[in-house]
């Protein structure tokens, strides 16, 4: 296996892992032959925990593991979805009928905003691909799903599959109630009611969600770090740093990287109060 397959296969496997409780992320890991701790240092982040733990497992021990988490099918393994993604974002798919083309896509450059790739199969998938195993790919290694329930949501075979791939995955689905109720599987999870339509609003409304809700949280957090560092201006600075106070879970790596951030990027060292906000984060996730 080629270093950055192995670096890509990781991340996956650390991300689908980490979706198990503690006990039964140990037992998988004694199983397939790689370390395991009774103790931890990472304060409960799953995704470094687990991958950790992986990195010392051989290519044979991965490979296993991977068909144990998500099958035998290549065409669909995480690693052949990953030419899909923008890395170091976090993964989410948008699930939507073809006539919400126009404004869900304008819900993805929106949502970039908060370190969040979305994918639109619509123009996402490039046309000499096979479009059904795009989709699959795409829905085998994302990390949360939007369901824009608008009108014949759910008279769309395709949408209603793509929701019920995601709850077997059992991934986050975050229903955007548009036009219509929450509905068999949809409606166990809670709903987002924009204010308005615009894209922007709904976009807010899915990365708060994304943010806040324990499943999707972890995986949330190095994006918004990322995406923190490569502050533009002094007032996206601050709009940012919004988004990094809220953030549930640290890392010793994340902290390292806001940190760093202050020295390297000027936008953020010269926004008014956001060096101090910076330190008190740090200093209050290092106790």
């Known amino acids: 296996m080629k270093p950055g397959e192995r670096v890509d296969l990781l991340k996956t496997l650390a991300g689908g892992l980490a979706e198990r409780e503690w006990d039964d992320i140990d037992l998988i890991l004694r199983q397939f032959g790689f370390s395991w701790s009774n103790e931890w240092e990472g304060h409960g982040d799953k995704v470094e925990y687990c991958r950790n733990h ?3 497992g051989s290519d044979e021990a991965l490979s296993a593991l991977n068909e144990y988490l998500f099958g035998k099918n290549q065409g669909t393994s995480p690693l052949a979805g990953s030419h899909l993604w923008t890395p170091g974002y976090f993964r989410l798919f948008l699930s939507h009928v073809s006539a919400q083309k126009n404004m869900v896509s304008s819900v993805k450059s929106e949502i970039e905003k908060y370190g969040v790739d979305g994918f639109v199969a619509h123009e996402d998938i490039d046309p000499t691909k096979e479009w059904v195993m795009e989709i699959e790919a795409a829905l085998t290694t994302c990390d949360a799903l939007a369901a824009f329930l608008t009108d014949g949501f759910h008279e769309s075979n395709w949408t209603d599959q793509e929701v019920g791939y995601s709850v077997n995955r059992h991934v986050l689905i975050i229903p955007v109630r548009i036009d219509l109720e929450p509905y068999g599987f949809i409606a166990r999870y809670q709903a987002l009611t924009p204010r308005d339509d615009r894209p922007a609003t709904i976009a807010a409304g899915i990365a708060k969600i994304l943010s806040d809700n324990d499943l999707t ?12 560092e490569e502050s533009v201006s002094f007032a996206d600075a601050k709009a940012r740093m919004e988004d990094v106070e809220r953030i549930k879970s640290w890392t010793p790596e994340m902290l390292r990287a806001l940190e760093n951030a202050v020295s390297k990027n000027s936008q953020i060292s010269g926004s008014w109060g956001v060096p101090e906000r910076v330190r008190a984060v740090i200093n209050k996730h290092r106790q």
Request: no cysteine; net charge positive.
């Open 217 to 228: 949280a972890p995986k949330m957090a190095p994006a918004i770090v990322r995406r923190f």
């Open 54 to 56: 992986l990195e010392g």
